[in-house]
Every structure is written in C-alpha cells, then in structure tokens.
C-alpha cells in the first residue's frame, strides 16, 4: 500500500486498557465512515477515518494532521489456499494470521483458513487495514466503517438457548413458525411476520425440534411450544372445510397474503392457502409421528390420532392424490400408482413419491393402530413395487439435482425406519438411505447424518455435522454472500437447477449464504438485501434430534 496521507481519529489514552474503549468509542460515533487504518501504541490508540484528520481528548475533537506507512503483505509467509487474491494487509499474532484486502478479510487458525466478506461480516469489503487486539477479537477498518470480530467460546447448549429466543422473538405468528421479513436492512427490532409457501412443512420441523428437545431435558416449555404449533398445524387442515387436506398457511381477514390460491372460510373470519403439495403433507407426518411418541399428553394422542385418520383416509378415498377445493389433484400432491409409472413426469418423481407415501402409511398404522393402513401399505408394495422404487429415489444428475426433494426423501425416511421392522423391507429402505446419503455426506449437513445414523447398526463418524452445527453463524438475516472470486475454490462445470453457478465442494456454513436444509450448499453466490431473517429451527432441529439419540453430549 505504501505511503499514503489519510484522515484520522486519535485518542490520547492514560493506558492500554484504553484501546477498547477508543475503538468502540470510534465504532459508534463513525459506523459508516472510511476507515484507513487502524493501531495501538502504549498508552493509547489510534484510528484514521475519512477526510478528516482529529484528535479527541476525552472531551472535545481538535483537527491535526498526520501520515503512516501501511504494513507491507508478505506473502510467502501465507498458508496454502488464502480465499483472498490480493492480500495488501498481513498481522501476525501467535499461530493466528489475519489478511485484509480488496475482496474482505481472512484469518488462519494454524489449520485452514476462514474466510470474512459480506455485510454478515464487514460494513464494506474493502479491507484497509487490522489491528488485533489483546484479547484476540479482530478491528477491521473497511471503506465503509470499523467491524469488530470477536471470538466467544459457547456450548452448543448455549447457542441452543440463543436460537430458541430468537424463534419466539421473531418467527412464530398464530403458532406457525418461519422466517420473517425486516423493515430496515439488518435491523431486527424492524421484524415483520408473514405468510410462507410451506408454512406447515416449516412449523413442523419446529414441533419436531420442541419434541427432541422435551425428551431430552423435560423442560415444560420446549412441551408447551410443540403443543402451541401442533394446534396451528391442526388449524390448517380444519380451516379448509375439507377433512384431510390441510392449507399451505392461513391469515386473518385483512392480513396480507401474497401469491397463489387464498380461500375465504365460511365465518369470513380467516384466508387459507391452497394447492397444497408433499412438501406440507411430509412435514405434517413427520412432525405429528415424533410428536405422538415424545411429547403428546394422552389427550393430544387422541388429536393426533384423528389427524392422522383424516389425512391418510384423505389421500386414500382421492386414490392416491390429495385433492383441492376445485376438486383436482394439487400440483405435488400425487402418489397414485398411474402417474408414477409415467415415463414423463412420473418418471422423476417415482422414487420420492414412494417413498413419502410408504412412509406416511406406516406411521399411520403405527399411530391408529388401524389395520387398514397396514394393508393399503402392503398393496402398493407388492403390486406396485414401491419399496423397490425408493432405492434409486436420489436423482443425481447435473442441473437435475433437487435439494429440497432430498429435505422430503430424509424427513421421509426417519419415520419409515423407526418403524418398520421387517426384515426384509428394512433392508430394502436401508439400501436406499445409504445410496441417498453417500451423495449427500459431502454437505456436511447435520440432519442427514442424524436421521441416516439413527438408522443404521454402525454409524458413520459425526465430527462433520457438529463441525456445522458449529459454523453456523448466530447472526442468520439473509446478507448477500458472492463466493466467485475466491482462488480457493473451483467452480462446477455444471450449473444447478435453477441456473444457480455452483462450487465443486460446500464450503463452511458461516462463509456460504444463509438457507434452510432444502437450499442449494454448492451455490456461489446468494442471499439477499438483508431484509429477512432466517428462522433457527433448522439448526434446532438437528442439534436437539442429536441430543436425543445421544450422537451429541
């Protein structure tokens, strides 16, 4: 960087122990100011930002005037694979080394590098330069203002802690769990709940998590927030009018809606939303299966029971297919013997759809008790050959591969395999996880590893999903993230499925766009304006499935 004459803040400080102070006191004052650089000396600190050169006295800002010399990079002392390609900035502390640049920040623990770029982390990417302060947190002045990076030891108990507020201070609208919109960029007091396509397949991810979390500490709470959304899941269906077919979501009268198909319910007082696909009917099943085992009192059974009855008995009388109130199939709902065996679009969906109607089925029968679905469940196997159809239900092909058909395939599976205890089909089903996850394993994704480790004898190491559960940023609005040019990495020859410039390897959660588990891992570039927050029910629901069947302490 060379020599250079920039503006600056100083504060003359009676001792060390001051540098916090001044450059939480700069952070503050200047937060979207150009800051050129930053530096300790003994007895105080210093800061240059913007055009302005100052001193601060404690009291009053006096202009003045002074130079510094940039630290020079030195990079042949880098680790192998530094993310960023024009490091101008290089502090060295211990066996840690921060680099600073055009394209953001990166740090190296003494293993492998960690990369920091994007409004999650910088007000600007522009890196001029950092100080390392002595409690090992990272000051980094950016075109666009001062970040400050600390580095907090926490439990994953703690960070549990912290997303389960976060879910009841900003996701949870008549019980219904999502993500929320922000009024202002990155401003949470600006939350604004609303409607979601999938609202029923999200809320019961999170029934699903209060559940685990119920078993494994017996904590009322965690018992009576599961119950509070199972009642908003229990609401989509009764809203619609039509036993067994539950809504996408619903709002009151008045309340904005959004796009697609919204039905007023006969007392005026309620809008629900239709074309309801699987997505909604795996997540209902998924969720009402773990809440019938850990958590439902012997009132709530009976609830769930009747649930269960009106939704199956729904989808079976309608052969096969889940049917709207125009009196045709939805869009997705569709597990008829017919249209799988399509060499058109049932074709792609055969695997899948099987598998998510087996797996409703048997967690029907072991809910009801109900022979009849024991025997409906039997009839699409032996005539139709649907347990064989789930073995090659994971279509890994370029541009074809579906994240979120593997979200359905897994919370499909978990269900199927805690009850299925033949022999022979069990080992059909096994067959087809261990095909499914062998692909997925790369991503690193906690909730398949779980539900694919509860299922089998011997399972696989679990460091890597932990490792996630680690990554995972507290911080979940959805900033833009653009990992393209990164010398790091490599981009995929093929696209994905919506177009989407994909990497050949996921990389760390807290370096990629923040997504739920049915968002593509691979993509470059991603999130948004920072106008929305995700909900933290998908890590919850993996951290407390992990508790509950002991793959975490």
Same mark, same amino acid.
């Given at each position: 960087?060379?020599?250079?004459t ?17 450059l ?7 937060p979207?100011?150009?800051?050129q650089?930053?530096?300790?000396h003994? $007895? ?16 009053a ?9 940039a630290?020079?990079p ?5 680790? @192998?694979?530094? *993310?960023?390609?024009? *490091?101008?900035?290089?502090?060295e502390v ?6 600073? $640049?055009?394209? !953001?920040?990166?740090?190296?623990? !003494?293993k =492998? ?7 999650r ?9 950092i100080?390392?302060a ?6 980094i002045?950016?075109?666009g203002?001062l #970040?400050h990076i600390?580095?907090?030891e926490?439990?994953?108990s703690?960070?549990a802690?912290v997303f389960e ?10 019980g ?5 919109? &922000?009024?202002?960029p %990155? ?9 979601? +396509? ?8 999170y029934?699903?998590?209060?559940c685990f ?13 599961a119950?509070e ?7 989509l ?6 036993? %067994?077919?539950?809504a996408?979501?619903?709002? @009151?009268?008045?309340?904005?809606? $959004? ?7 006969a007392?005026g007082?309620?809008i ?10 795996v997540?209902h099943f ?15 059974k ?8 009106r939704?199956?008995d729904h989808?079976?009388?309608? +052969? ?6 125009? !009196?045709?199939p939805t869009?997705w ?9 399509r ?12 598998l998510?109607?087996?797996?409703? /089925?048997?967690?029907?029968y072991?809910?009801t008790g ?6 409906a469940y039997?009839?699409?196997?032996d005539?139709? %050959?649907?347990?064989r ?6 279509? +890994? ?11 359905l395939?897994f &919370? ?6 805690q ?5 022979? &089909?069990?080992?059909i089903?096994?067959e087809?996880?261990?095909?499914s996850w ?5 991503? =690193?994704?906690?909730?398949w590893?779980y ?9 696989p ?47 760390? #959660?807290?370096?990629?766009p923040?997504?739920?588990w049915?968002?593509? *891992?691979?993509?470059i ?14 890590? /919850?629901?993996p ?6 069947h002991?793959?975490?302490?």
């Amino acid at each position: 960087m060379g020599m250079r004459t920039v503006g600056f803040v100083a504060l003359l400080a009676a001792c060390a122990s001051a540098e916090e102070t001044f450059l939480q006191e700069v952070s503050a004052r200047v937060p979207h100011a150009a800051v050129q650089h930053v530096r300790a000396h003994e $007895g105080g600190a210093l800061a240059w930002i913007g055009d302005g050169v100052f001193q601060f006295d404690g009291s009053a800002w006096t202009p003045i005037k002074a130079e510094l010399t940039a630290p020079q990079p030195r990079p042949e002392t880098l680790p @192998k694979k530094c *993310p960023l390609r024009d *490091p101008r900035v290089q502090v060295e502390v211990g066996d840690r080394i921060w680099v600073g $640049g055009p394209e !953001g920040a990166a740090w190296h623990d !003494g293993k =492998r590098w960690h990369f920091r770029a994007g409004r999650r982390w910088l007000p600007d990417d522009r890196v001029n330069d950092i100080h390392v302060a002595g409690d090992g947190s990272a000051w980094i002045a950016t075109e666009g203002g001062l #970040a400050h990076i600390e580095f907090k030891e926490m439990a994953l108990s703690e960070k549990a802690a912290v997303f389960e507020k976060q879910v009841r201070d900003r996701h949870v609208r008549y019980g219904l769990v999502t993500g929320c919109g &922000l009024g202002e960029p %990155g401003d949470l007091s600006t939350s604004i709940t609303g409607t979601d +396509d999938n609202d029923g397949l999200w809320t019961g991810m999170y029934v699903a998590a209060e559940c685990f979390r119920y078993a494994v500490t017996k904590d009322e709470e965690a018992r009576r927030f599961a119950d509070e959304s199972f009642d908003a899941m229990e609401k989509l269906e009764a809203l619609t009018g039509i036993p %067994g077919f539950p809504a996408r979501s619903f709002v @009151k009268k008045g309340e904005p809606t $959004g796009g697609g198909e919204w039905h007023p319910t006969a007392d005026g007082e309620w809008i629900w939303k239709g074309d309801t696909s699987s997505d909604e009917i795996v997540g209902h099943f998924f969720a009402f299966s773990i809440y019938y085992d850990l958590c439902a009192d012997d009132g709530r059974k009976e609830r769930v029971r009747a649930l269960v009855r009106r939704t199956m008995d729904h989808i079976i009388e309608h +052969d096969w297919y889940l049917v709207d109130l125009d !009196g045709k199939p939805t869009d997705w709902g569709k597990w008829n013997p017919k249209y799988l065996s399509r060499l058109t679009e049932g074709f792609f969906a055969r695997g899948l759809q099987s598998l998510e109607v087996l797996s409703h /089925l048997k967690a029907a029968y072991h809910i009801t008790g109900d022979e009849k679905y024991q025997r409906a469940y039997r009839e699409l196997i032996d005539e139709h %050959g649907y347990a064989r159809n789930t073995i090659r239900q994971k279509i +890994d092909l370029p541009r074809i591969t579906n994240h979120s058909d593997d979200e359905l395939a897994f &919370l499909s599976y978990y269900p199927l395999l805690q009850y299925e205890k033949d022999e022979e &089909l069990r080992g059909i089903y096994l067959e087809s996880i261990e095909r499914s996850w062998k692909v997925e394993a790369p991503e =690193r994704c906690p909730l398949w590893d779980y539900i694919y480790a509860s299922a089998v004898d011997e399972p696989p190491s679990l460091a890597s999903a932990e490792r996630t559960l680690r990554e995972i940023p507290l911080d979940l609005v959805e900033w833009k993230v653009d990992n393209g040019g990164r010398p790091d990495v490599k981009k995929a020859l093929f696209n994905g499925r919506h177009d989407e410039p994909q990497l050949t390897r996921v990389l760390p #959660a807290d370096e990629r766009p923040i997504m739920k588990w049915n968002g593509n *891992p691979y993509k470059i570039e991603g999130g948004g304006n920072g106008r929305g927050e995700e909900a933290a029910t998908y890590w /919850l629901l993996p951290y407390w499935m992990g508790r509950h069947h002991r793959f975490l302490d």
